[in-house]
């Protein structure tokens, strides 16, 4: 089984060990919603509305502030922030009491944002329903992801496709596998855009910013393929929190094809399922992209998508991004 004799994080076991990780909060139930996260996208800029009962805080919804063309402005997510949405901390008692607890919680949390001509967020997987929102008529939609739940090592191959696995096998006789720092990756990630003509969407201060956050908390992993030329192939950068890993960012040289990228993300899966989480692929975006990530035995799960654009918006979105079409992006 590939995977045996690629270097590991000193000090981290094998997939087959189990390690701790963090501990859940309902206030902050995913990385993207703790504080830390959000000051090293945001370096601070963002804005929270706040619920408290009892002298104690129960719902909390962090957001940002975006100006587009003409004055309008959207209340969003931080790049690099794939999902948000409100924490809340329901508390105890029946099912039916709860429901209705998060309910009044979120109502109060809405009705805290700011007046703005666009809203835009993706839930993060504990929002269980979009009731409230349609009632306070914010469009609903939804997005797709895929995820492994964590299991034995051997149980992960076999759920791989044939294909998957023959392509791992090959990139692991081409590559060796090993950690790489936060200024190293963002060098990695731009040389490889500037090679294929791309300007990047984050600062080189902003990535390695955040990368380095994650890593310093122990929340956070860069593992690249080198090949036998001694270059790096690719690498990816993932993060977690107390029930689920992200696959966040890739990069790969131009000529290396999808081998080296197969092949980091079965050694994430493996370094993932001994915390105990879930890998998520975080956002299936084309066919292209589900089918390779349907290779790896992941299951189809949704998220949840919340909108609200005024039709000026909408034409001041487009026209600042008029190459964007379809996506959150036309709007930002």
């Known amino acids: ?70 004055g309008h402005r959207l209340c969003g997510m931080p790049v690099l922030t794939h999902f948000l949405g409100p924490a809340i901390d329901e508390g105890r008692g029946a099912a039916c009491n709860r429901v209705l607890r998060r309910a009044q919680i979120t109502r109060e949390l809405v009705a805290q944002l700011p007046h703005t001509s666009g809203f835009w967020q993706v839930m993060h997987r504990g929002t269980a329903d979009t009731l409230v929102y349609q009632e306070m008529g914010y469009d609903i939609s939804v997005q797709f992801t895929f995820e492994v739940a964590p299991d034995e090592p051997d149980v992960l191959w076999g759920n791989l496709r044939d294909k998957a696995r023959n392509v791992i096998r090959r990139a692991e006789e081409q590559h060796h596998v090993s950690e790489l720092d936060a200024s190293a990756f963002g060098a990695v990630y731009n040389d490889n855009l500037a090679r294929g003509g791309t300007a990047s969407r984050y600062s ?94 992941g299951v189809i799960k949704p998220r949840y998508v919340v909108s609200r654009f005024s039709f000026a918006h909408r034409v001041a979105g487009r026209l600042s991004n008029p190459f964007r079409r379809g996506s959150a992006e036309t709007y930002l």
């Open 204 to 297: 080189p201060a902003l990535l390695e910013r955040a990368c380095q956050a994650a890593i310093s908390r122990g929340q956070g992993r860069i593992i690249a393929a080198e090949n036998t030329a001694g270059q790096i192939a690719a690498a990816i950068f993932y993060v977690w929190d107390a029930q689920a890993a992200y696959y966040l960012l890739s990069t790969r040289r131009p000529d290396s094809g999808n081998g080296a990228v197969s092949l980091l993300l079965w050694q994430a899966m493996q370094d993932v399922a001994a915390r105990g989480v879930i890998f998520d692929f975080e956002g299936v975006v084309t066919s292209g992209s589900a089918l390779f990530f349907a290779g790896f035995g």
């Open 1 to 70: 089984m590939p995977g045996q004799g690629i270097a590991q994080r000193p000090g981290v076991p094998s997939a087959a060990v189990a390690l701790p990780g963090p501990v859940y909060d309902p206030l902050a139930p995913t990385v993207f919603h703790q504080p830390w996260w959000l000051n090293a996208v945001t370096g601070g800029d963002y804005a929270e509305a706040v619920v408290t009962q009892g002298g104690r805080r129960v719902g909390w919804f962090p957001y940002m502030l975006s100006n587009i063309l003409a």
